[in-house]
Structures are given as C-alpha cells and as structure tokens.
C-alpha cells in the first residue's frame, strides 16, 4: 500500500523534470500564434466615437457577451452573441454593409472595420475580438464540457483549469489535442504534461475548437475491479457472519 501510495503521488505531478529550489529559473519561453478568423465565427464587434450614441445600432449585436460568466453548476462559459462570418468569410454590420474578415487575426480585423467605419464616423474606436472561442476539455478531469472564452490567448493549462483539474486518474504524460485547420482536416498530437518542455510545444497556446482529452490511466480499471471485488468480498463475509452466528446460537 505505501509503494502504490508514493507511485501515484508521483504520476499526479505537473512538471516533474523541474528541480525543486527556490531559485528563480527560466524554463522556456511560449510562442503565441494569434487564431485566424473563420466561417461560422462569431464575433463581438465594437465602434465606438466621440458623437454620443453613434454607434449603438452597432454595438446592441453583442448582446451578453462582455458580462458572460462561468457557469457555478458545470463549470463551463456561455458563449456571447455576436456577428457570424458567413461561408464566404463575410460579416454584415449595421450601417458599415458587408466586411469580409475571414483568415485575418482579431488585430487585423479591428483595422478593417475601423476603415469601413470611417466613412460614416468621425474617429471611431473599433474593437473586434472572438465570442465563440471555443475549447473542449474531456475525459478524466472534473469538469468535462465545452468552454466559450472571450479570451484568444489560452493554454492547454487554462482549459485544464477552467475544467477543475484532472482527477487523480488521469494520464498526464498522454494528454491528447485535436486540431481542425483552416482546410477542415484534423489532426492530433499528444502532450506531456509532466515535462517542462511542455512550455516550448506549438501546442501549448490553444486554438478555436481545439478539443483537448485526458486518458485515464490504468489505475482507473484496476481501482473498479479493486472495488467491485472488495463489495463482494465484503457481502460474502457479511454473509457468512451470520450463518456462523445463527449455527452457534441455534446450538
């Protein structure tokens, strides 16, 4: 029971390989790739201007989005509402007509509605950012669900958290990331989270719909099958119990 303790213990551990002082030490440094804007987005879109009220038509499309929040019972993070990028990587605001924003980066497309903007406002302030950004967390972590974030720049250790951690089955040296591009192909890759490296992967800043899954471990099968026969086992002694019981008293 004490060797099996201290092997678990050690499995539950992020970043094994990191030595244990306490030493300020860099580790790495994380390249952060900003996600493309694609069909079937949907985005808060923002203008704003110096004349009062300018651009409320605009800005009443994104509804909940600035105020969503984390779900207590699951967990998760309700998406906003928001502008769709059509098939044809289009988006059609009020007022400014059609936009094309597709394969462009939130920045670039902040400048894009900005210049279109310009033709109705004087000095608008234009902000442009993901409501549908979407990461799912399965498999053997505490919270398993699909999370809307209004922010781009997340790791795989934020979804992790926004999950509530992997539980103590979970196989962290094997933890799978799917990915669809641009094309619409998938792919997956898996990452070791006990491993600083980690930091350095291309695959540690997620993106729109990636789906991250944690395997369990077989520590998972053996604790049912350890359990289902102890229930027995223990049945089975409750059982006999009494039959020795009743014998000896019926004597």
């Known amino acids: 029971m004490v060797l099996n303790s201290c092997t678990t213990s050690k499995k539950l551990k992020y970043f094994q390989?990191?030595?244990?002082?306490?030493?300020?030490?860099?580790?790495?440094?994380?390249?952060?790739?900003?996600?493309?804007?694609?069909?079937?987005d949907i985005l808060s879109i923002n203008v704003n201007t110096t004349e009062a009220d300018?651009?409320?038509?605009?800005?009443?499309?994104?509804?909940?989005?600035?105020?969503?929040?984390?779900?207590?019972a699951t967990g998760s993070i309700g998406v906003?509402?928001?502008?769709?990028?059509?098939?044809?990587?289009?988006?059609?605001?009020?007022?400014?007509?059609k936009v094309h924003l597709s394969g462009l980066t939130t920045s670039v497309a902040k400048e894009a509605v900005r210049t279109a903007a310009k033709k109705y406002f004087k000095d608008p302030i234009v902000d442009v950012r993901f409501s549908n950004f979407k990461v799912t967390v399965l498999g053997e972590v505490n919270h398993p669900a699909s999370y809307f974030l209004p922010n781009e720049r997340v790791t795989v250790l934020d979804a992790i958290g926004y999950a509530g951690d992997m539980t103590i089955y979970g196989k962290r040296n094997n933890v799978l990331i799917m990915r669809k591009n641009t094309e619409g192909k998938n792919f997956v890759v898996t990452v070791d989270m006990t491993k600083k490296d980690i930091?350095?992967?291309?695959?540690?800043?997620?993106k729109q719909n990636d789906v991250v899954y944690v395997e369990p471990r077989r520590g998972?099968?053996?604790?049912n099958t350890e359990n289902t026969v102890l229930k027995y086992i223990t049945v089975a002694a409750t059982v006999l119990t009494a039959i020795v019981l009743l014998h000896r008293y019926s004597l």
Do not use: M, W
């Open 54 to 72: 300018a651009g409320q038509i605009i800005n009443a499309r994104n509804g909940v989005n600035l105020t969503a929040g984390i779900n207590s």
């Open 17 to 40: 390989d990191l030595p244990e002082n306490t030493q300020l030490k860099e580790i790495g440094q994380s390249q952060f790739t900003e996600p493309v804007i694609q069909a079937d």
């Open 80 to 97: 906003g509402a928001g502008y769709l990028v059509d098939k044809d990587g289009l988006v059609e605001i009020p007022i400014l007509g």
């Open 199 to 206: 930091i350095n992967s291309p695959y540690f800043y997620l």
């Open 220 to 223: 998972r099968q053996d604790a």
